[in-house]
């Protein structure tokens, strides 16, 4: 495994690439297969990038005799992560994962370039014949937390934390409202958006911001605990996102999404070993085992935990579906019909938002 931040990381490629001695092909026959990652945030954020990294340290444990991990963390959404994930093919990568939505255009833009390449690009919807796409079912765990969220706020009043307008986070604030108002139909939620996966500063203020609304529960759509902390301090509650960050809030936190992804990262890891790649496009979730519930604060009383769990339940066995209608938009409109479930490409780009969200901005 190989650790490349964004500033050195062109220079070791450079410097890797004029190392390499002419030699015959049978020089190279026992080298490992090359597998890279690009990573939005720090491995230490202890959210979303954490648990990719998880997932890559599963491919290193299952494959590594196989196979050589490298990873740059910290990259930007924008035309700087071309360069990178360029590099990452240059220094001969079979397989790259490009591991947030921000990363579509960049990636199909370096796999027209490397037909021999593989990629698989995190939560976004643009394939092609070396191109796979790979979700996670989050919105499933949303409705969990958002089930006890209406049970237990006691202004119903929600706050929602939000990093990007993009279908998978508009999808998490309308799977959380709809599931509260299941229990609490006059439920309302607060949402702002910050920007950005990951700031811990902005997500602290933002939180504050949440509270000053009138929100006692507050779930967050970013890559940090500094919600969470706020709310410690604040004697309210929120969740976990990505993974179980209940060490951060002991009291705050009911509970968490967590991703897991290694499954999935060393099932496509093996098939690159196995010669058997083809571009596919996967959503997993809680059937799958892709999105885990983390263990329930004490604070959660029994019955409340039974209906988060015939939630999970549900989802499944397949008899349960937060989208299904009547569901109205914020202006009243009726979009989804009674008794109509919205299709998964429906769900995947979803740009509005369900009746009783508000912006807090």
């Given at each position: 495994?190989?650790?490349?931040n ?7 490629a ?24 690009i ?9 979303w990038t954490w ?17 050589e991990?490298?990873?740059v963390?910290?990259?930007a ?8 994930i360029?590099?990452?093919a ?5 397989l ?16 027209a370039?490397?037909?021999d390449v593989k990629f698989?690009?995190c ?5 092609a ?31 929602y ?15 959380f409202?709809?599931?509260a108002?299941k ?29 000053n609304?009138?929100?006692d ?10 919600a969470?902390?706020?709310?410690e ?8 996102q990505g ?6 809030a ?9 991703d897991?992804w ?16 083809a ?13 885990v ?7 959660v ?10 939630v ?18 914020q ?21 509005w ?9």
């Amino acid at each position: 495994m190989a650790n490349l931040n964004r500033r050195h990381f062109i220079a070791a490629a450079g410097a890797a690439a004029a190392a390499v001695p002419l030699a015959g092909g049978t020089a190279f026959a026992q080298e490992k297969i090359k597998i890279g990652f690009i990573f939005l945030g720090p491995i230490g954020d202890y959210g979303w990038t954490w648990a990719h990294n998880k997932g890559r340290e599963a491919v290193d444990a299952a494959l590594g005799d196989k196979v050589e991990t490298i990873y740059v963390e910290n990259v930007a959404e924008d035309a700087s992560a071309i360069p990178l994930i360029r590099d990452l093919a240059q220094q001969g990568c079979k397989l790259i994962f490009t591991t947030s939505y921000g990363y579509m255009d960049q990636t199909i833009t370096v796999a027209a370039e490397f037909p021999d390449v593989k990629f698989e690009h995190c939560t976004g919807f643009k394939r092609a014949d070396n191109v796979s796409t790979y979700n996670s079912k989050f919105h499933e765990g949303r409705a969990v937390l958002g089930t006890i969220s209406g049970k237990l706020s006691k202004s119903g009043t929600l706050g929602y934390l939000g990093s990007y307008k993009v279908p998978e986070v508009v999808l998490g604030v309308n799977s959380f409202l709809l599931s509260a108002q299941k229990q609490n139909p006059d439920a309302k939620l607060k949402l702002v958006f910050i920007d950005s996966w990951f700031d811990p500063p902005k997500e602290a203020a933002a939180t504050e911001t949440l509270i000053n609304l009138g929100c006692d529960i507050v779930t967050t759509h970013t890559d940090s605990p500094a919600a969470l902390q706020i709310l410690e301090q604040k004697g309210l509650y929120g969740f976990g996102q990505g993974a179980d960050m209940s060490s951060f809030a002991p009291n705050a936190h009911l509970t968490a999404i967590e991703d897991i992804w290694g499954p999935y990262y060393v099932e496509r890891v093996q098939a690159i070993v196995d010669g058997t790649w083809a571009s596919a496009d996967t959503w997993d979730g809680m059937k799958e085992g892709t999105v885990v519930i983390s263990p329930y604060n004490k604070a959660v009383p029994a019955d409340v935990v039974a209906l988060a769990d015939a939630v999970q339940a549900g989802y499944k066995d397949g008899t349960y579906d937060i989208f299904t209608g009547p569901i109205y938009d914020q202006d009243g409109n009726l979009k989804v019909e009674e008794g109509k479930v919205m299709t998964m490409a429906e769900l995947a780009v979803i740009d509005w938002f369900v009746k009783g969200v508000e912006s807090a901005a």
